[in-house]
Every structure is written in C-alpha cells, then in structure tokens.
C-alpha cells in the first residue's frame, strides 16, 4: 500500500526567510505524481505544485520549488522570499498512473512571523 | 470560469438523522472526488466519478454513506442514520482530463459536518 509522510507537525519562520518541508512516500510503482498543496485557516485547499515521476527536472513556480529525489521517495517543497500569506497547512500527496485517488500526508503547519 | 461549490458549507445534525450535501464542480470536468478530513488530519479519499460512473469506492465508505452523480454534473453525498464519527469535513474535487498524463484535482470549500 502507498503511503506518506510528513515528519514536520509544525514550523515557524520569520517573513522573507527560505523554508524548506518535507515529505516522503513508499511505493513499488514507477509511474506516478506528487502534489503539494495549500490549505489556509478555513480556506479551501489549493494546489501549490505537482511533479511527474518520469520528469527528472524538478518543478519550480514562482516562489515554490520542489527538491524530488526518486530514488530516495524524498518530495520536499522549498519556499523562497516567504510571505505572511504563506502561513497555511500543507499537505503532501500522491497519486499512481493507474488510479485517481489522492493518498495524503497528516500535513504541515507552515507559520510565517512578521 | 468558476471553481468547485459545495452547499451546504456547514450541517449540525442529532445523531440517527439522514445528512445530504451537494457538490458542483468546474464546468466540463469529467472527473468528481469525495473526500473526508477530520481535525488535523489529511483528507482521506471516499469515491470518485467520471461522468455518472461510480469507478472507486474506499472502505471508509459504508453502507450508510452513498454517492451518486445522475447525470454527470453535480454530485450528492447522502449519509444515513448519523454517528458522532461522522463529524467531518467532506470535501469535493473535480478534475478534467487534457490528453496528458497529470489529472489535477481542484478542491471546493468543504461542508462541515456536526453530529451532535
């Protein structure tokens, strides 16, 4: 069965730092893809960003990057510059070539001081 | 183009009563996910849709819960005689497929659930 883990309850960083949460998983399949998400205080999930398994280049958007290590099963989400609005839950998440279901990670309590 | 709505977005019900919430997703998505999350937990994964076919339903769904999307646009979510387990947040996810091999679901806002 797949499964993920985030091993970060919480953290806290000051405004304008680089940040940096990780996550890892455990499959045996090949294909596959992996998401970050956002979940504000009573707001609705958002994605932050997604990575093919097949793709070797990391993705980047903006001020979000991830650092996929396949081999390790290791998708951390790095987060540049971070901003007040980056304060949020997020949730690691996977998903196999051959099935649509999300399997979640327990999430990440990102705090951003002023 | 608007996103994924769900109604109501809170229930307080009394336990043994019948619960339905209703789901809306992005306009032309084939593809409808339910989903539950509890406080502080990630969501876990119900059942989905593509158009009116029921394709997956997880373990977690039991005979008291079902799903059904008639004609392929909007989705109920119907929970019968309710638990206090049931207190939930129940999210909705609609997803189109481009031709390409990533199938991005796009989250509403969730409907509360409260079983008293």
């Known amino acids: 069965a797949q499964t993920v883990t985030q091993s970060q309850p919480e953290m806290s960083v000051q405004e304008a730092e680089t940040v940096t949460l990780s996550c890892t998983y455990d499959?045996?399949?090949?294909?596959?893809?992996l998401f970050w998400y956002k979940q504000p205080p009573s707001r609705q999930m958002i994605l932050v960003i997604r990575?093919?398994?097949?793709k070797q280049q990391n993705a980047t958007e903006n001020r979000f990057s991830v650092n996929f290590q396949k081999a390790a099963k290791s998708f951390s989400l790095k987060i540049s510059d971070s901003q007040l609005g980056d304060t949020a839950m997020y949730f690691c998440?996977?998903?196999?070539?051959?099935?649509?279901?999300?399997?979640w990670g327990a999430g990440t309590k990102l705090i951003i001081k002023p | 183009d608007t996103g994924v709505s769900q109604n109501p977005r809170h229930k307080i019900t009394k336990r043994g009563q019948n619960v339905t919430f209703r789901c809306d997703p992005i306009?032309?998505?084939?593809?409808l996910y339910w989903y539950r999350q509890t406080l502080g937990q990630g969501p876990e994964f119900l059942t989905y849709?593509?158009?009116?076919?029921?394709?997956?339903k997880s373990r977690l769904l039991s005979d008291r819960f079902s799903a059904e999307r008639p004609k392929g646009s909007f989705s109920t979510l119907e929970i019968q005689r309710t638990e206090q387990g049931d207190s939930a947040m129940y999210l909705c996810?609609?997803?189109?497929?481009?031709?390409?091999?990533?199938?991005?679901?796009?989250f509403g806002p969730g409907t509360r659930l409260t079983v008293l």
């Open positions: 996810a609609s997803s189109f497929r481009r031709g390409g091999p990533t199938d991005t679901q796009y």
């Open positions: 306009s032309e998505h084939n593809r």
């Open positions: 849709f593509q158009n009116e076919a029921q394709l997956e």
């Open positions: 499959t045996s399949e090949s294909n596959y893809y």
């Open positions: 990575q093919e398994a097949y």
């Open positions: 998440a996977f998903r196999m070539d051959s099935n649509y279901q999300l399997i």
